[in-house]
């Protein structure tokens, strides 16, 4: 979700995770495409080096010491649910909060 927001933000953007599901999620996709967002074309992968050596920041969300640690780099860490399993209604809240980390971040210097 954070990468499509960055995106649609004029952004680029990778996104992969320390334990990757076999697909996104369906309520998560519902819930994106509710807004516009269609993520059918995307694919969970594992988050590897190049992908942190790549990014100005590094976005985690709870990967903990599973995470490429690239010294000089930029981290945060959002503490956040994982939508997994989640009804639509906790995915819409998961969903917009992420939305509204990406338009902070944005907006900073």
């Not at 979700?1 to 952004?11: N, T, V």
């Not at 599973?66 to 809240?93: E, M, N, Q, T």
């Amino acid at each position: 979700m954070a990468a499509a927001f960055w995106e649609r933000l004029g952004g680029e953007a990778r996104s992969a995770g320390s334990e990757p599901a076999a697909q996104v999620h369906p309520a998560v996709a519902d819930a994106m495409r509710e807004i516009g967002v269609d993520l059918s074309s995307r694919s969970p992968r594992r988050l590897e080096d190049a992908d942190a050596a790549w990014a100005d920041v590094v976005v985690t969300m709870g990967c903990g010491d599973a995470c490429p640690f690239v010294p000089g780099k930029r981290y945060i860490d959002w503490a956040l649910d994982d939508p997994s399993g989640r009804d639509i209604d906790a995915v819409r809240a998961i969903r917009d909060e992420i939305r509204r980390r990406v338009a902070e971040l944005a907006s900073e210097p």
